[in-house]
């Protein structure tokens, strides 16, 4: 079976403070892809970031960075210096053929 | 840049009354989904459809839901006889042929059922 984890249901920071959103995955497939997605309070979902399986790199898109690790089945998401903008919930989610599976996401609080 | 279309943004209907949830993918994608979010809660898979035909469709895609795609364009989720918790955002999805399985989401529509 697919499942998509993330602990942190709530996480409210500071401007400018770093904040890092877990997510852990399990699945049987050999082949899949990781996501993550933000929904604003507009509630449509902003397509962040793919991964596939393959390719464990990490990556960086100004202030989002992406830690994919298979040995612990992890794809954490960070944001440097968050902002009130980056307020919203982000789900991570995960496909290995006809589906995605969300996370149940996080909700991501940032004060000014 | 292509996007994923639905139509209406939200809806309201009465419990008993059928509805038609519109998406229009984007044109050259081959595969199709819906997903339900009820208020505050996760994004939940409802089914998949490929080639005029129900790829796979989890528990909640009961007999009341049904899908179809009537024209070359539109891909519709039916529910024929709404309940209150029926109630959520449906997002509708699409995904080019083969390639990166990265889906492409629509805007959702919000029902409300009464």
């Known amino acids: 079976a697919q499942k998509v984890t993330q602990a942190q249901t709530e996480i409210s920071v500071v401007e400018k403070e770093d904040v890092t959103l877990d997510c852990v995955y399990e699945t049987r497939d050999t082949t899949y892809y990781l996501f993550w997605y933000k929904q604003p309070p507009s509630g449509e979902l902003v397509f962040l970031i793919r991964r596939n399986s393959f390719d464990e790199q990490n990556e960086i898109s100004g202030r989002y960075s992406w830690n994919f690790q298979k040995s612990t089945s992890s794809f954490n998401f960070t944001i440097t210096a968050s902002q009130v903008v980056d307020s919203a919930v982000y789900f991570c989610?995960?496909?290995?053929?006809?589906?995605?599976?969300f996370g149940a996401g996080t909700r991501l609080f940032v004060k000014a | 840049e292509p996007e994923v279309t639905q139509t209406p943004s939200h809806q309201v209907t009465q419990m008993g009354q059928e509805v038609i949830l519109r998406c229009v993918p984007i044109?050259?994608?081959?595969?199709f989904y819906w997903y339900r979010q009820i208020l505050g809660q996760k994004v939940e898979f409802l089914v998949s459809f490929y080639n005029n035909e129900i790829s796979e469709k989890s528990e909640i895609f009961d007999d009341q839901f049904s899908v179809e795609r009537p024209d070359g364009s539109n891909f519709t989720l039916k529910i024929r006889s709404t309940k209150l918790e029926d109630s959520a955002m449906y997002f509708c999805?699409?995904?080019?042929?083969?390639?990166?399985?990265?889906?492409?989401f629509g805007p959702g529509t919000r029902l409300t059922v009464t």
């Open positions: 044109s050259n994608h081959l595969y």
């Open positions: 999805a699409s995904r080019p042929r083969g390639g990166a399985y990265e889906q492409y």
């Open positions: 989610a995960l496909d290995g053929g006809f589906k995605t599976i």
